[in-house]
């Protein structure tokens, strides 16, 4: 696709495990791959449930045979959905989140599976918060070929946005970018005074936006870009965006290097799609 940056060392990172809800993510991963023409690594991660210390070569034989076989099964699953080329094995050891994130190094996106109900210290939620690549969770592969971005109009959104056009670019779906722009408590003190000015408000940060979204429609002519601003909070107009979307992406600042924003993590939880959280730098 053109304008699609191609890393040639660059693979899909899935984190596989077996489990039936898995399926859907496992069949996001293999078209990523596909379309992005990389390698698909499939991860399985397992887990030492004892003190470091405690050696029972016998035990641990056992996981990891267990882990290859459910490799081995996956992997004849993703050749069956149409993965390109080789697919990889990978068995790490360790917590999941803290897994993928150290075999993440020169992955393009980072693919994993999510239930319905997101807990604290879930998968989704901790690698997503960890990981320096775009996190794709996948809960429903299925939805409108529409893939809908946040953004706050700042330089802080750009590789969001990025990402955003390329997925778009990349499966030839529309592309909508949503700004819920009240939110008084995240701004600097001089700008404030747009709040009692709800005209001059809307003004201001609609030329924003465009001014962020322009470099992106020169990138992808293709696409069609479609831009919305309300004078909601960033939950609410991505709540009322979310269900028209195949593909929601949202930037975070504090991804990969501490918590989630409360945005993101609101909306990890409540969406009912696939989400991808990007880490957020100045552009």
Same mark, same amino acid.
């Given at each position: 696709?053109?304008?699609?940056?191609?890393?040639?060392?660059?693979?899909?990172?899935?984190?596989?495990?077996?489990?039936?809800?898995?399926?859907?993510?496992?069949?996001?991963?293999?078209?990523?791959?596909?379309?992005?023409?990389?390698?698909?690594?499939?991860?399985?991660?397992?887990?030492?449930?004892?003190?470091?210390?405690?050696?029972?070569?016998?035990?641990?034989?056992?996981?990891?045979?267990?882990?290859?076989?459910?490799?081995?099964?996956?992997?004849?699953?993703?050749?069956?959905?149409?993965?390109?080329?080789?697919? +990889?094995?990978? *068995?790490?050891? =360790?917590?999941?989140?803290?897994? $993928?994130?150290?075999?993440? @190094? !020169?992955?393009? #996106?980072? &693919?994993?599976?999510? +239930?319905?109900? *997101?807990?604290? =210290?879930?998968?989704?939620?901790? $690698?997503?918060?960890?990981? @320096? !690549?775009?996190? #794709?969770? &996948?809960?429903?592969?299925?939805?409108?070929?529409?893939?809908?971005?946040?953004?706050?109009?700042?330089?802080?959104?750009?590789?969001?946005?990025?990402?955003?056009?390329?997925?778009?670019?990349?499966?030839?779906?529309?592309?909508?970018?949503?700004?819920?722009?009240?939110?008084?408590?995240?701004?600097?003190?001089?700008?404030?005074?747009?709040?009692?000015?709800?005209?001059?408000?809307?003004?201001?940060?609609?030329?924003?936006?465009?001014?962020?979204?322009?470099?992106?429609?020169?990138?992808?002519?293709?696409?069609?870009?479609?831009?919305?601003?309300?004078?909601?909070?960033?939950?609410?107009?991505?709540?009322?965006?979310?269900?028209?979307?195949?593909?929601?992406?949202?930037?975070?600042?504090?991804?990969?290097?501490?918590?989630?924003?409360?945005?993101?993590?609101?909306?990890?939880?409540?969406?009912?799609?696939?989400?991808?959280?990007?880490?957020?730098?100045?552009?």
């Amino acid at each position: 696709m053109e304008g699609v940056e191609r890393n040639q060392e660059g693979h899909v990172l899935f984190g596989y495990d077996g489990t039936a809800h898995n399926d859907a993510a496992l069949r996001w991963a293999v078209e990523e791959a596909r379309l992005r023409g990389v390698e698909l690594v499939m991860c399985h991660c397992w887990h030492w449930p004892y003190p470091e210390e405690h050696e029972d070569r016998r035990c641990e034989t056992i996981m990891r045979r267990r882990g290859e076989n459910l490799l081995e099964q996956g992997t004849r699953r993703a050749r069956e959905l149409g993965a390109p080329g080789t697919v +990889r094995r990978l *068995l790490a050891r =360790g917590p999941v989140p803290e897994a $993928l994130h150290r075999a993440s @190094g !020169r992955a393009e #996106v980072i &693919v994993v599976g999510a +239930r319905e109900q *997101l807990d604290e =210290g879930s998968t989704a939620l901790e $690698l997503s918060a960890r990981a @320096g !690549r775009p996190v #794709v969770v &996948v809960r429903d592969g299925t939805g409108p070929r529409r893939v809908v971005a946040g953004a706050d109009g700042s330089a802080w959104c750009d590789a969001a946005l990025g990402f955003a056009a390329s997925e778009a670019a990349l499966r030839e779906w529309d592309l909508h970018v949503v700004y819920g722009a009240w939110e008084p408590g995240a701004v600097a003190d001089h700008e404030l005074a747009l709040f009692n000015d709800r005209e001059l408000l809307e003004k201001t940060r609609t030329a924003e936006l465009e001014e962020a979204v322009g470099p992106w429609r020169e990138r992808y002519p293709k696409v069609e870009i479609r831009v919305s601003l309300t004078l909601e909070r960033p939950h609410e107009a991505l709540c009322n965006a979310a269900d028209d979307a195949g593909l929601l992406v949202l930037g975070d600042r504090s991804a990969g290097t501490g918590p989630l924003g409360s945005t993101s993590s609101e909306m990890l939880r409540s969406a009912r799609r696939t989400v991808a959280i990007v880490p957020a730098r100045p552009a």
